[in-house]
């Protein structure tokens, strides 16, 4: 007896060969092998047999899908093929016998993908069965969808047709068909979507919550299937170059750059390409202190302020005073460093640009107008040169470029402009005499700048001793006059590292550590000990304090940061402003907060803050007006945490 067993097609694949004429430009789902089973003979010589058969499925990017070289075998007691069976594309056909009540076809198929696509067996559907007295089954092994076949891959399944007959009803000698087809689908990897435009993020440093899972949320995998199919999503992070735990802690980080690659695989093993995200993690790096408010700015360029808002010198566009901090948005840019004056402030911008704002007294704000500035106010940009630093105190202020050149403008009272001229600067001008300048500071009337030697220049008043050159005042006999009104070099320093000055006192920290002050020792701010009178007319030095790494002076009082993040202060303590944890008339020797791992330190006129690891900020002292940011306005002299919301994730 003859069977047949005919495949047709019932669709198309994806091709990614344009030039032949099968390739489609979707995705399509692949319907192959569809087996025709006609004019079968049954009898009753046996109750189970199976006849197996093998061939393989071709997947070819230049042909339609076929069926090739299928040999069929078979056991005797299931059926016995009068001729071999032959196949040719479309067409199989053999000759035999099937003694059988109950009998299974079972065909072994290898499916070979000679695409550069993945395919996977998705279903055996049913087109047709005529016969109602008999029963069948399909069955593959794999099951779908794991039978995922790699581009030039193979895969073996088995596919499998069992009948049985109503021995009530069968009689002794039937005929059946059917036909049916295997479908075939593509299969494409998961998709890993960015829901951003950049794969650059910062993160801050203190934020603990934002682990890789969380920032993984900013991402999308993408299956080509209707939910039966999962993906999940897993990070590797890599910091100096070296594979690293992804960990739940950023402060646990210890280099400010950081890599976490997220890679997604789902469950049928396919990998969508990974993507990389770069993560800064940004920290609290400065803090700048005017009379009565405060700026606080982050590595990444973000500035905050708060405190006492008169003459608008928050730079908010009003004058309410604010106990938290608020974030300032100047134009969109980054900001590289700031000041706070007396009832104004500066900042800089990455771009080497220059803004002020609040009260103009005295050209304070550099831009030829006395008038308040609501919001910041860009100063006209120099020619050739970027302005990297600024600095200020009451309504003197200097900015330090690039270049390592120096500019002053405002008040210029005993020379404290350093220009050699009478009369307050208008706008920034250059200051004659400073080259390859490193680092500024001003003070009530004083100025002081190093350059990449570490030589100090200084200049303004000497009416207190600030200028460390002896005595005070003016002394003919010595050749000193009241003020030097231009830079000149001090030699009885060399090696200078920073350079704070305050009302009438100033502080020099060195390459070596070590720290020395000179100037008016009223209220204890030179830390020697010695009672409000004891002032010191050359460098004296502070023994108990080594490895100083930077110094902070207000109008009375002083504090240093070491390198092991240690905070000496002294000085001036009536409301706690020092930060010892109590308040007093005065602390006469350097004292040591008790506080560990702070990395910045500021002093105002009745208040301070210090940053802890980089991401905690801490006030202490007088608040009536909001002055510590820690929300209320209710004075303190212990350390208490600044309520601040620091933003969360920026791309860049």
């Not at 040999?71 to 071999?84: G, I």
């Not at 029963?135 to 092994?141: G, K, L, M």
């Not at 060195?510 to 000179?518: A, F, I, K, Q």
Request: hydrophobic share 35%; glycine share 10%; net charge neutral.
């Amino acid at each position: 007896m003859l069977r047949l067993i005919r495949t047709y097609f019932t669709g198309g694949m994806r091709r990614r060969a344009p030039h032949n004429r099968y390739v489609h430009q979707n995705w399509a789902i692949l319907s192959i092998c569809i087996l025709l089973i006609t004019a079968l003979s049954i009898s009753y010589a046996s109750l189970h047999s199976t006849l197996t058969t093998s061939g393989s499925v071709v997947i070819d990017v230049y042909h339609p899908t076929y069926i090739a070289d299928l040999q069929p075998t078979s056991t005797p007691s299931c059926a016995t093929p009068t001729h071999a069976p032959t196949w040719d594309v479309n067409l199989f056909q053999t000759d035999g016998i099937l003694p059988t009540l109950d009998c299974a076809m079972v065909w072994d198929i290898v499916v070979r993908n000679a695409t550069d696509d993945l395919v996977y067996i998705k279903d055996i559907i049913t087109d047709h069965f005529n016969n109602s007295h008999m029963e069948h089954a399909f069955s593959i092994t794999p099951q779908t969808p794991q039978s995922v076949i790699h581009a030039h891959d193979s895969l073996v399944f088995s596919m499998t047709i069992k009948y049985q007959s109503n021995l009530s009803t069968l009689p002794a000698q039937t005929d059946f068909s059917g036909q049916f087809h295997l479908v075939f689908e593509n299969v494409r990897p998961p998709v890993l979507v960015a829901n951003n435009n950049s794969r650059n993020f910062e993160l801050f440093k203190g934020n603990s919550k934002f682990t890789p899972s969380r920032l993984a949320a900013r991402f999308s995998a993408l299956d080509d299937f209707d939910g039966n199919i999962t993906s999940k999503i897993t990070a590797t992070c890599r910091q100096l170059g070296q594979q690293t735990p992804c960990v739940n802690d950023w402060v646990a980080a210890t280099a400010p750059e950081f890599s976490i690659t997220y890679q997604v695989t789902n469950s049928l093993g396919l990998s969508a390409p990974p993507i990389t995200v770069n993560v800064h993690l940004w920290e609290f790096k400065k803090l700048a202190s005017g009379t009565s408010h405060t700026m606080l700015l982050g590595s990444n360029g973000s500035l905050y302020t708060w405190g006492h808002n008169g003459d608008y010198r928050l730079g908010l566009g009003d004058t309410a005073h604010r106990t938290s901090p608020v974030k300032m948005n100047i134009h969109d840019a980054k900001i590289v460093d700031a000041a706070a004056c007396d009832d104004s402030g500066h900042a800089v911008t990455a771009a080497g640009l220059l803004y002020s704002w609040g009260n103009g007294n005295n050209y304070s704000l550099g831009n030829y107008s006395t008038d308040i500035q609501r919001k910041p106010y860009l100063i006209r940009p120099l020619t050739g040169e970027k302005y990297v630093q600024v600095a200020c105190f009451q309504n003197t202020s200097a900015a330090l470029t690039d270049a390592g050149n120096v500019y002053t403008w405002g008040r210029e009272g005993y020379g404290a402009h350093g220009h050699g001229q009478s009369g307050d600067k208008r706008a920034p001008t250059r200051v004659t005499g400073l080259t390859g300048i490193t680092k500024i500071s001003m003070g009530q009337y004083n100025g002081g700048a190093i350059d990449k030697n570490g030589n100090l220049f200084i200049w303004g008043t000497n009416g207190e001793g600030q200028l460390g050159v002896g005595n005070s005042g003016a002394n003919p006999s010595k050749g000193v006059t009241a003020f030097f009104n231009r830079p000149r070099n001090y030699p009885k320093l060399t090696g200078v590292h920073d350079i704070c000055f305050g009302a009438h006192h100033a502080i020099a920290v060195m390459n070596s550590g070590r720290v020395y002050v000179w100037g008016n020792n009223a209220y204890g701010r030179l830390g020697n000990g010695g009672s409000g009178n004891t002032h010191a007319y050359t460098p004296y030095l502070i023994t108990p304090i080594t490895g100083g790494a930077a110094c902070s002076a207000s109008t009375y009082g002083s504090s240093v940061l070491t390198f092991s993040g240690d905070v000496y202060v002294f000085g001036n303590n009536n409301y706690g402003e020092l930060g010892t944890g109590n308040a007093s008339d005065r602390v006469n020797f350097p004292a040591k907060i008790k506080l560990q791992n702070l990395t910045a330190v500021a002093l105002q006129l009745d208040a301070g803050h210090v940053i802890q690891k980089g991401v905690s900020i801490l006030g202490f002292g007088f608040n009536q007006n909001g002055e510590l940011g820690i929300g209320t306005t209710t004075n303190t002299a212990t350390p208490t945490p600044v309520k601040i919301s620091a933003h969360e994730v920026v791309e860049w």
